[in-house]
């Protein structure tokens, strides 16, 4: 393992969303999300510390590298989006996109309608800083929840929301059961299953 993995704490929020921020930039929902380049990193980084203040309540959170890189996962029977942060998320997306906010919110509820129907854990995100990728941490990231699902006999899950990030998932064992269109001119989400070994 490159680099140990640790829990992340309340402190470590502006450095997690600012990696999550630069990891997704380029990503083919997000920029979907928010179209407007020049404005994106102002708008991706108040909907993922949004993202860590949802996870960081009920969710497992890890870091690697340095916070170079993260991962937020849901654990079972745990709704991080419930009647609480679900609304938080709606609003905040309407505040940074405005009218297009509705539309939007539609294509990311309709890529979220795939889960498991059995206990699972659920990676809500996962993310390397673009000149930290390539050294392992994704999957330093990745290993300790999954062996904790073979350990208990769990599924997880995931939506990847850019289709060359596919082949990364499908090394530890996931699988796409299908693809979702996000919108007619939109991009295709690709859930992702992972039966425990």
Known sequence: ?????????RADRAA???TLTRAFFDDPVMAWVF???DTRSGKLGP???LNFDAAI??????????????ALWSPP?????????????ATLLSELIGDAASAKMAGLIEMTRHHPR???????????????????????LLEPILERCDAQGLVAYLESSNPSNIPFYERFGFE??????????????????????
């Not at 393992?1 to 704490?9: I, Y």
């Not at 029977?77 to 998320?89: A, N, S, T, Y």
């Not at 796409?176 to 070994?197: F, Q, T």
């Open 16 to 18: 997690i969303a600012d």
């Open 47 to 49: 909907w993922m510390e």
């Open 77 to 89: 029977d745990v709704e991080i989006f419930d009647e609480l942060w679900g609304p938080r998320i």
């Open 118 to 140: 059995e206990p699972h854990f659920y990676l809500m995100l996962l993310g390397t800083r673009p000149e930290s990728q390539g050294r392992g941490l994704g999957g330093a």
């Open 35 to 37: 179209e407007d380049r």
């Open 176 to 197: 796409v059961i299908c693809e979702v269109p996000l919108a007619e001119d939109g991009p295709v989400a690709s859930p992702m299953r992972r039966k425990p070994r």
């Open 57 to 70: 309540c009920r969710g497992h959170l890890y870091t690697a590298g340095d916070r170079n890189a993260a």
């Open 1 to 9: 393992m490159p680099d140990l993995t640790r829990h992340v704490v």
